[in-house]
């Protein structure tokens, strides 16, 4: 603990000391002022910076609505509340379309549709008056019935 103690005293007071030059004036250097000229080279260093962020913000955008092939390749279909949490989501990836339903916790696979099973075969051919709900409670009454 004494060596610590003998370090920082070396550190703080006693080098300093020794490189002081006896009876030099030190020179204050005169206080500079701030003028309009700086002013106006700080808000334009500032509108550039701004400028380099919005355009970082527009292109983050922009890419992130390019899919890799061209075509989207998974979309969500539709969707249907079920409780203040939870929710059953039709989800089209390819060919295939998954019924998903989503709990703040967890994501489980409920049904899987291929081929003729799929409720839907073309992006337009849910009209938005008949909806999601009605078009699983068809498909439930199709399933129970035949």
Known sequence: MPEKIITAWLMFWWFPACFAVPGADVSKQ???TVSSGDMLHWGMALLIVL???FFCVWGMR???GISAGGTEKMRVVGGLSLGMREKVVLLQ???KQLI???TPGRIDALHVLEGDDCLTNEPSSIDKDSGFSAIVQQVIKGRANG
């Open 30 to 32: 005169a206080v500079r």
């Open 100 to 102: 998903l339903g989503v």
């Open 51 to 53: 400028a380099i962020f």
């Open 93 to 95: 990836v390819g060919k």
């Open 62 to 64: 922009k890419l992130s």
